[in-house]
């Protein structure tokens, strides 16, 4: 069973930066691909970003294209999400997501085998 622990979130204005982290911990697992969703109130969980956690492909919604990098450590098992220009419609809360199977399509949040618990992020006008 694998465990996604999220953190880094918090209250910034508009224009700041925030970096997220997820630690993925448990026994005997492996990851084909690391995703951050974002759930504002009243609103769906939508993609984020995602990283497969071999080679070099990242993906990104387009709101968010440009301003947010993901990256991660393989040694460490972690994921970043660094966020820049951040604006009030980044108001979320944010989850990271593993793929354990190999069988996601990436920004398809029901093809997500394990789930943080999320972070909030504020961001004010």
């Keep these: 069973q694998v465990q996604l622990v999220e953190s880094g979130g918090g209250l910034v204005q508009t224009g700041g930066s925030l970096r997220l982290s ?9 990851i084909y691909i690391m995703g951050w969703f ?15 956690w071999s ?5 990104y919604a ?7 990098t993901i990256s991660r450590d393989n040694t460490k098992k972690i994921v970043y999400l660094q966020m820049n220009s951040l604006k009030p419609e980044d108001t979320a809360v ?10 996601s399509r990436v920004t398809y949040k029901y093809d997500y085998d394990a ?9 004010s006008s």
């Design 38 to 52: 974002r759930q504002a109130p009243g609103k769906e969980r939508e993609f984020v970003a995602a990283i497969r």
């Design 94 to 103: 944010y989850y990271c997501a593993a793929d354990l199977d190999g069988t």
């Design 22 to 30: 997820c630690a993925a911990s448990g026994r005997s697992f492996s």
């Design 55 to 59: 080679g070099i492909n990242t993906y």
């Design 62 to 68: 387009d709101s968010v294209k440009g301003r947010f």
């Design 115 to 123: 789930w943080g618990q999320g972070t909030q992020v504020t961001v």
